[in-house]
């Protein structure tokens, strides 16, 4: 929207609430309780319509509603805390990096993703490395880090999951509803919306930009959709991840280069580039030309690049790491060797495979050579990747190779359920949040009495179980038929019953169907008359991915079995929003993806932040958060045989002799006291531990303070 479109959407606004309008532009109020309470206590039902978008709400809200909040004393000083706290928050000028002087269009860091989980109604995200950005970007502006970020504006979104009567998944477009959500255009000095050209691409391609305040922090998405491109560029931007190899490689030049060249016309000035995994790997041969244009040669601008640039790769999954043929890096990137002074087969080497040559050109072996700054995103996959890429440095012992790690953490006030929140700010100290990353204040949840603690978690059950309810009744409603099975989607769902949650990418190697391996065994725990178990599942697969189609298929076909009692549901179209009513409200977090393939986890940590222990195999972040005290663990032993048998052994054995007996064991006013001490030692262990605020500082400390004095050291250094 033009500001003029934006001032007449938002008309009707009284002028004493017209910070309300500036609130919704801001994703500020999506980890900021108070603040959604205030568009909340304008029109509950219109804020549960909307589904908690400020934005949507205040298009739809009656101005009769808003004179009366606007004459209302107890909303009006509700508003005046939240807008005089959202000021401070901004007017903060505390700086935890330096920034290079007070200029704001200098930054010490360039971030560079794919995708960003931020919030469901941008739906910019596919799974776990977008919502890790999402939360990294938030976490940074708390922390008032100098960083910029740069993205794509997917118009189309990614998918949202209709499932058929015989339970195969339509993937639809998600359009995004700009009008309806918390993004605004990049308007340059004309007035006119900023339009850039991406450099040496022939025929010339455009892009357009789109922004998010996120606190302090701007995201600046690419958008291809503009007359300036022909049908086929302006599609480029379209969709999350295109399928076609070509317009994949074109989507990642625009998103590299592109988004390299936009901050540059924006004059934003940068130090530090960090790769969020290889898809914007490009935006180093940039940073090569810029540094040759101030007069280096290619060598010296390799090593000056490399001294300031920082990498994190997300997984082991060989579909992870895009490779592209060397024809098509031909076609769109032979300016960029003919501009370096290098031959074709040097521009090639930089992306070459030592054990697969013939391969193609591999954008996580560019990206691990020209960054001198790599990790992983847990201790495991640390050491996973180290023997992944130990081909590129040959000469060196596998535990030598240069790639570290930072474990992965979540956003504290974005993923802990509000009301546990407000239990903290009781118990821990209203200032809690500010010192979430002191591990002895976490130690401060034994104060908690058991049965304040139980009764909040029974409270985000019911919620969560309400939730998928009225979801199921919805769309009963809306396309009632014989062959529709509401019992499949969580109708018959019971709060009294030990729920364990499965929800994530139904990708084949999380094995999502490893619980249905023994069936009879199954059914028997769902149906023990005394002590049952429910199992709740969600999860999209890949549009292109018909083996993960097939797994999502088998579930929900035994979720229709009336043996299993209606007690095995699946719930389709996972979201943000979903993900946190699950993450909140299951009792069992369960995870049991093959190993080594579980790069991190981040999903086990939000849900142990509020008090869900977990039930998982030894991978990912589990293998460092896991102190026998705060959950379960299984799939430690070497197997030669079938590892799905085995591991699905092991799970059953602990649901009966461990899991189930403890839960159940509540001789105190229906308190079980066992299960209550596990819940707080799964808080108090992923509360300082993995939480955002941890791995920003441990990037921070670890490589952008590292990569600074690299650019800095590079900048004194005389020219050869």
């Keep these: 929207m033009t500001e003029s479109e934006l001032q007449k959407k938002f008309a009707k606004i009284p002028s004493r609430l017209k910070g309300l309008e500036i609130l919704s532009g801001n994703l500020w109020w999506s980890w900021h309780p108070e603040a959604r309470m205030l568009f909340k206590n304008l029109d509950r039902q219109l804020w549960k319509e909307s589904r908690h978008n400020p934005v949507k709400m205040l298009g739809e809200v009656s101005a009769e509603m808003l004179e009366k909040a606007a004459v209302n004393p107890d909303y009006l000083r509700h508003y005046d805390l939240v807008m005089s706290k959202f000021r401070r928050y901004n007017e903060e000028r505390r700086c935890l990096f330096m920034s290079g002087g007070p200029n704001p269009n200098v930054k010490s860091v360039a971030y560079f993703s794919a995708e960003y989980g931020l919030h469901h109604s941008l739906p910019f995200y596919a799974g776990g490395l977008g919502f890790l950005a999402g939360d990294f970007l938030k976490e940074c502006s708390d922390l008032n880090l100098p960083l910029v970020a740069v993205g794509f ?21 998600a359009p995004l509803d700009r009008d309806a959500a918390t993004i605004s255009r990049v308007y340059g000095e004309n007035g006119n919306q900023v339009v850039v050209q991406v450099p040496l691409m022939d025929p010339p391609l455009f892009l357009t930009a789109w922004q998010i305040k996120i606190g302090r922090i701007t995201l600046y998405l690419l958008d291809t959709d503009i007359e300036q491109n022909d049908p086929w560029s302006r599609g480029i931007s379209s969709h999350l991840y295109a399928g076609d190899r070509e317009q994949r490689l074109r989507q990642e030049i625009v998103l590299g280069i592109g988004g390299s060249k936009l901050l540059e016309t924006l004059g934003i000035v940068h130090f530090v ?35 300031s640039s920082v990498f994190t790769t997300h997984t082991p999954v060989p579909a992870g790491h895009d490779v592209f043929s060397f024809e098509l890096i031909e076609k769109y990137l032979a300016p960029y060797w003919k501009a370096f002074g290098i031959t074709r087969e040097q521009f090639f080497s930089l992306g070459l495979h030592p054990e697969e040559p013939e391969a193609g050109f591999n954008m996580t072996a560019f990206a691990l050579r020209l960054c001198d700054h790599r990790n992983g995103v847990s201790r495991r996959h640390g050491e996973v990747a180290r023997r992944m890429w130990h081909c590129l440095w040959p000469e060196l012992p596998e535990d030598e190779v240069p790639i570290d790690y930072v474990t992965n953490g979540v956003h504290v006030p974005f993923w802990v359920e509000p009301k546990l929140g407000m239990l903290f700010n009781r118990y821990l100290g209203p200032n809690w949040m500010n010192e979430q990353d002191d591990p002895v204040l ?135 929003q979903l993900g946190q009513y699950m993450v909140h409200g299951v009792d069992v977090w369960l995870n049991n993806p093959i190993p080594p393939l579980e790069a991190s986890g981040t999903s086990g940590m939000k849900a142990a932040l509020n008090g869900v222990p977990q039930l998982s195999v030894a991978d990912g972040w589990w293998l460092e958060g896991y102190n026998g005290s705060n959950g379960w663990i299984f799939g430690e032993r070497e197997i030669s045989g079938n590892r799905d048998a085995a591991d699905a052994a092991e799970l059953y054995d602990l649901l009966e002799k461990e899991i189930i007996p403890c839960y159940y064991d509540a001789p105190k006013r229906g308190i079980p006291s066992r299960w209550v001490r596990i819940m707080k030692n799964t808080i108090k262990a992923a509360g300082a531990q993995f939480t955002a605020r941890r791995m920003v500082k441990d990037y921070i400390k ?19």
């Design 153 to 173: 504006m997917y118009p189309k979104g990614y998918v949202r999951q209709h499932i058929r009567t015989d339970g195969w998944q339509d993937s639809m477009e």
């Design 273 to 307: 580039t960090h790769l969020n995994e290889g898809h914007p790997a490009f935006a180093l041969l940039e940073r090569l030309l810029l540094r040759m244009e101030e007069g280096s040669s290619f060598e010296e601008a390799v090593k000056k690049v490399r001294q």
């Design 442 to 576: 976490w130690e401060l949840v034994e104060d908690i009495p058991d049965e304040e603690l139980w009764r909040n978690h029974h409270w985000m059950k019911l919620k969560l179980i309400h939730f998928i309810r009225e979801k199921t009744r919805r769309r009963w409603t809306r396309e009632f038929s014989g062959n529709y099975c509401p019992i499949a989607f969580g109708a018959l769902l019971d709060p009294t019953v030990l729920t364990l949650g499965f929800a994530r990418r139904f990708a084949t190697y999380k094995r999502a169907d490893l619980l249905l391996q023994d069936i009879e065994r199954l059914k028997k725990l769902v149906n023990d008359r005394w002590h049952p178990i429910q199992v709740i599942f969600a999860g999209k697969a890949h549009p292109a991915d018909e083996p993960g189609k097939k797994i999502l298929q088998k579930i929900y076909k035994l979720c229709c079995d009336p043996e299993l009692a209606g007690r095995v549901a699946f719930v389709e179209d996972y979201d943000e």
């Design 702 to 720: 670890r490589y952008y303070a590292k990569a600074l004095d690299g650019h800095l050291r590079a900048r004194k250094a005389p020219e050869k």
